[in-house]
Structures are given as C-alpha cells and as structure tokens.
C-alpha cells in the first residue's frame, strides 16, 4: 500500500503522514510542486525518526506521478464522495491519495481516481486535518486486509 500527498501545503502536515505511513506499512509518495522545500527542518523535525521508514519519494508533478501507479488503484479521500472508507474494499496495492491542505484535489486528479472516498464525520463536522484522515484511511484499510503485528 502507498500514500500519496498531491502538493502539500505544510511540512508538518507531511511530517505527520510520514509517520502514518511508516505506522501503518505503507510507501509514501509526494507529488510536487510542494509549498515548502520537501528536505525543509520543520518536515524533518515532524517526521521525527519515522522519515527513514516511509521516506517520501517525490514526484515532479502529476504526470510523473502517474508513471509509478501501474495497475494499482487510485483511491482519493475527498468530501464529496458518496462512499465511506467503511464500505470500500481495500486491496493491498491501492494507492490512498489524499489533496492539498488548502483546495483539496482539482478535477484532472478526480477523474483519475479509480474510487473517491470519504470519512463519516460528525453532523456540522467538515473535515480531518489530511495527516489524520491519511492514518484513519490506512488505519481501515491495515484492519480490512487483516494486518497484524
């Protein structure tokens, strides 16, 4: 399983998925330009040891990025799917894309998108932080694939 960022705005925020990532098994992927410089201290500091685990592995750009994905799934976590993470089946090669922090992920990204997913959230409730959301969606997918330590 890999997560990919699409042009993060915060290395925090990157730093955070970085250890989801490493948490959870995954590849983790990062598909430029990012708003912020991806060997920048505060990514490095967020990240904490966990960046030699899941290293990200940048991407120069959205076509370069769609190279890497072969027959894998593009499974893009957005709020305005339909279907939950709850009631998707996860498959061990899936892809868990997630947007930008600040306008979420642009049509040519949508329409690659093998499935679009959302989290359910609490009424009056918009969305996750995208480090959260990354780790609550690998979280589902480890336990549906029944991944144990």
Not at 13 to 30: K, P, Q, S, T
Not at 61 to 77: H, K, M
Request: a negative charge.
């Amino acid at each position: 399983m890999r997560l990919a960022l699409y042009q993060p705005d915060i290395p925090q925020n990157v730093g955070a998925a970085i250890r989801a990532a490493a948490c959870f098994g995954a590849e983790m992927d990062v598909v430029e330009p990012c708003g912020f410089p991806l060997d920048s201290r505060a990514l490095r500091r967020a990240a904490m040891d966990y960046g030699a685990m899941a290293p990200p592995r940048p991407h120069a750009g959205w076509a370069a990025f769609l190279e890497t994905v072969g027959e894998a799934r593009l499974v893009l976590l957005t709020t305005k799917a339909e279907q939950t993470i709850w009631d998707f089946q996860f498959q061990p090669a899936d892809i868990v894309l997630m947007g930008r922090e600040s306008a979420g992920a642009p049509e040519e990204v949508h329409e690659k998108a093998d499935a679009r997913l959302r989290i359910p959230l609490a009424a009056g409730a918009r969305s996750l932080n995208v480090a959260v959301a990354a780790a609550v969606t690998l979280a589902e997918a480890r336990r549906q694939l029944g991944w144990t330590n």
